[in-house]
């Protein structure tokens, strides 16, 4: 910590934070907010959720008695002042970085954080499983479970919600509202609506609507109209939330303690035998006015000028893959009415907000919603439209359901725009593009395509336009191409069809995906040491390139397969078939490169795959062992 605050200074944990005078805690809120801007402008992260919860945050800590009553934050974007105020305020800097923080909630972190998460909408259903094991176990802890308005119109939070309120479990969930567009509270009297609602003698909306009018004085009846729109909001607001058990609190100004306190006051100490849900209404990026101003509310930054909010952003010459995806796209769309395309609730990590602009018409975000994403494409698709869903690789593990069911056993062909394949850095392993290959390539009658760069996507985009009898895939990682110039849409491939970059004699590399560029590094450095390396652009994990993959077979010494993703994938369906057709019975050598079985830390991108060994100087090391490889197996006697 740099400055030299006059709370902060003195808050490591939230029992320091019980200590300060109520009266105080709004000092506490800013002086947190003005840490967390100067942190996140040396380490770049979620910044603007995380701004919009600095008061909630702050009240959260100071009620409830973390981390024996369990504090859970949905995705986790919104965890820094959590983080700050719970034992890791002086490593907040190493946010994000390589042994650093996760820039999300981590139980092998701190014992504040509960339950881990980065992907949205467990919060509710976590919580829930924690509460009915307090509750098995005769325990009076708090749990209390933080939600955006995002992440609540997703189907599993529904699903969560739908069962604690038939559980007649307590608990408390928050959502944090800053995008919704309900009616704006009207000052004081929405406060004492909200307290109301959150006092021990409301139990039904009769004896509500009685203790609010009796509140009414003559001095009100100015507001009379007003007060009656805010009551009807207030309980039509709550009347979803009602109607699955639970009892409504709100809604309230999420940045006012005097609100807060109370509220969050009572709700710990109700009786209500039943969840209980308090919706707040924050702004994001709340007090940093660039963040306040922006289009997303600074919601992931990279590193920053706290004066001027202009990012630091890495300057590339070449376009980044979804950039290239969505243009592409664009260009099909202009001559193919029938080309829809779907987000959920990423248009701009997909490039699909480009789409957007141009087919306003045929584009779908559907919002947090991968598995509807997936099977609305399907049913796009039995009416003879184009449909690409266009989700991140660790987003589309969401959907399994959907894509086994729904799609491949119908053979629809749904063709999957798989963007950030492959390791991510800083997000670290809940966002790595790990499993789609092994996931994918199971699934019968399924092409699964992986592009070795740029030029290759643009191919496999316009091969995939005219796959109308089945599903397809292509996918690719984030960041910058490698410069390969891109060819016209007309230019396709073969399905099923690898090619041959590089000729030699003794080990073919059969690459599937990305690592096509440190394979050449690879190769080079062993040219130098007289050893001749084939390379193959695989393209296809599924179709395999059958034919191909023999001849390398039969006039090689040994096999060796690379790829961005986990064992079962590209390298596992390769040594099956060698497997099926006999040819490693001989003296054939077989490797196969793949992530390791770990989850990997956050780190740059670089430093991920040297420790998943997929980097040119590991496949330089796995050829010469593999040369040097004379292990022959013998029949047992």
Known sequence: MKKDYEFLNQINFPSDLKKIPEIKLQKVADELREEL???????????????????????????????????????????????????????????????????????????????????????????LGIAVANKLANKSDNVVAVIGDGAISAGMAYEAMNNAGASKTKMIVILNDNDMSIARPVGAMSTYLAKIFSGKVYFSLRETIKLITSAFSKRFSARAGKAEDLLRSAVTGGTLFSSLGFYYIGPIDGHDLNSLIPILKNARDSKHDGPILIHIKTKKGKGYTFAEEAKDNYHGVSKFNIKTGEQFKGSSKTPSY??????????????????????????????????????????????????HAVTFAAGLATENFKPYAAIYSTFLQRAYDQVVHDVAIQSLPVRFAIDRAGLVGADGPTHAGSFDTTYLSTLPNFVVMAASDEAELVRMINTSTEINDRPSAFRYPRGSGIGAALPNINEKIEIGKSKIIKEGNKVAILNFGARLNETFKAAENLKKKGINITIVDARFAKPLDENLIWQLATTHEAIVTIEEGSIGGFGSHVVNFLSKKGLIDSNLKFRSMTLPDIFIDQDTPENMYKIANLDSSSIEEKILDVLNSNIVLQKQK
């Not at 700050?84 to 970085?97: F, N, V």
């Not at 395309?341 to 306003?360: S, V, Y």
Request: overall charge neutral.
């Open 322 to 371: 979804t950039k290239v995806f969505a243009n592409t796209l664009i260009q099909h769309a202009k001559k193919d009415s029938k080309i829809v395309a779907i987000t959920a609730a990423m248009p701009d990590g997909t490039g699909l907000d480009a789409f957007r602009k141009e087919f306003p018409d045929r584009t779908f975000d559907v919002g947090i919603a991968e598995q």
């Open 37 to 127: 801007i100067d942190a996140v402008s040396v380490t770049g992260g979620h910044l603007g959720a995380s701004l919009g919860v600095v008061e909630l945050s702050v009240a959260l800590h100071y009620i409830f008695n973390t981390p024996n009553d369990k504090l859970i934050w949905d995705v986790g974007h919104q965890c820094y002042p959590h983080k700050i105020l719970t034992g890791r305020k002086d490593k907040i800097r190493t946010l994000r970085q390589g042994n650093g923080l996760s820039g999300f909630t981590k139980r092998s972190e701190s014992e504040y954080d509960p339950f881990g998460a980065a992907h949205s909408s467990t919060s509710i259903s976590s919580a």
